[in-house]
């Protein structure tokens, strides 16, 4: 079983920088691609970031050249820097592990607001 917790959200004005990590348990984590997803009130929860177990990364349309996703496998802990952040970024911040089993685990969320 795989544990995720996320930390580093907040309150943040707009233009301004947040960096978000994603630390599991176990030992998979070398051997998984992670993912971060957001999701705002009221609207689906959508992929922002992921990078693979080979540091393969890919974005979002919407985050692409603002936003850096980064792991480090000694730490088990995977990093979303976000720069330039809009208001349009306010959402709760998930963090996926895909293990190389069919399984994925899910973080609880840090919640990003960004004020205008």
């Known amino acids: 079983q795989v544990q995720l917790v996320e930390s580093g959200g907040g309150l943040v004005q707009d233009g301004g920088s947040l960096r978000l990590s994603c630390t599991a348990s176990?030992?998979?984590?070398?051997?998984?691609?992670l993912a971060w997803y957001r999701q705002a009130p009221g609207q689906q929860r959508d992929l922002v970031a992921r990078i693979t177990w080979q540091n393969l990364t890919d974005y979002a349309n919407t985050v692409q050249g603002r936003f850096s996703i980064s792991r480090d496998n000694s730490k088990k802990t995977s990093y979303l820097q976000m720069n330039n952040l809009k208001p349009t970024d306010t959402a709760m911040y998930y963090c996926?592990?895909?293990?190389?089993?069919?399984?994925?685990?899910w973080g609880r969320g840090t919640q990003v607001t960004v004020s205008s």
């Open positions: 176990g030992n998979i984590f070398s051997i998984s691609a």
């Open positions: 996926k592990l895909e293990s190389p089993y069919s399984r994925d685990f």
